[in-house]
């Protein structure tokens, strides 16, 4: 199948990356909205403007879009479904049935397939929410993000004044993550799972007590933490803090029998050397299903939920069952 990247940035670099693994795929094209001549990627791929991608819908399969959640996928993932199958990673939870009524109507009216939010939360954390859940009835759900980078958490520290640069940590409480494990189904506040860490760079003379205050105060971002402020030199987060490692855990615990006298824990867990580079691989994964999925007949949008497993795999449904099942 022929895949495009629309988007090369983080993301669109591991879509790169993960289409050169997988043996039943090319890279047709990667379409940037910067000057093509200033994009490099790792292969000898051709570079297109955004604006050329009607001249090349009959050379894509899918078009894997590698946008940003905030503002870019709201409005690019409907518009190239009308003419294009596509993936895409929307990661605003709140947002998603909004996004997918979106996405739906144009995947539909242009006779394409969609799946939104691929990824690992949402995407495969939430897969493993419902497989638990179903088979445990009678339990709870615990989601724990961390120790890694949040993108979003280090981009709105960067943007107080007299911040040069700064990383945020996000980082799992581990007497909750013992008290789950142990299946007693604790109550857990936002503050009593997750801490943070903050890694910052200053400018000159800038006012630290202030930039740790308006930190620790943020509304929406670390208000409801316990927030630690480390501020460093430029030299010691570009040795110590460049790289872009995340994780966590679902978890589920249950009981079943009569009397509800044996207990179960369910536990994903994704320790992540690169996040943009493991959530590539899942839309990666993705596209290959939905490609599937269309030449079956089926169009309009779809999410993790409605992919059969086997469609995610290039090997035959003779060959899962002989090394998988």
């Known amino acids: 199948m022929n895949i495009a990247i629309y988007g090369y940035g983080n993301l669109g670099r591991g879509v790169e990356c993960a289409v050169a693994a997988a043996p039943d795929m090319s890279l047709v094209g990667i379409f940037t909205r910067r000057d093509p001549a200033t994009v490099h990627p790792h292969t000898d791929v051709p570079v297109y403007h955004a604006s050329d991608l009607l001249n090349y819908k009959d050379k894509i399969d899918v078009l894997i879009i590698c946008g940003g959640s905030a503002t870019d996928l709201p409005e690019m993932t409907p518009a190239l479904a009308r003419d294009f199958n596509v993936v895409d990673s929307f990661d605003t939870h709140a947002d998603i049935p909004a996004h997918f009524a979106r996405v739906n109507t144009a995947a539909a009216e242009g006779g394409n397939i969609a799946l939104i939010s691929a990824g690992w939360d949402p995407g495969m954390f939430s897969v493993n929410r419902l497989y638990a859940s179903a088979i445990l009835p009678d339990g ?40 789950v494990r142990a299946g007693n189904k604790p109550e857990l506040s936002t503050r009593e799972k997750h801490t943070r860490e903050c890694y ?54 249950g009981e079943t029998g009569w009397d509800h006298e044996n207990k179960h824990v369910i536990e994903y867990k994704l320790t992540l050397d690169s996040n943009p580079e493991f959530t590539s691989s899942v839309l990666v994964a993705y596209a290959r299903a939905i490609h599937k999925m269309h030449a079956r007949g089926m169009n309009g949008c779809y999410t993790v939920f409605d992919v059969a497993p086997a469609d995610l795999s290039p090997l035959s449904p003779e060959e899962l069952r002989a090394k998988m099942l």
């Open 200 to 253: 910052v760079v200053a400018a000159e003379g800038a006012d630290l007590a202030r930039i740790e205050r308006e930190i620790k105060t943020m509304p929406k971002y670390f208000s409801d933490y316990d927030t630690t402020v480390n501020f460093i030199t430029m030299e010691e987060l570009k040795r110590d803090h460049m790289g872009i490692p995340h994780g966590g855990c679902v978890i589920r615990t």
């Open 140 to 179: 709870k759900d615990y989601t724990f993000w961390g120790r890694g980078v949040s993108q979003g958490h280090s981009d709105a520290v960067r943007r107080i004044e007299g911040v040069l640069d700064a990383r945020q940590y996000t980082v799992p409480v581990p007497e909750a993550l013992d008290a």
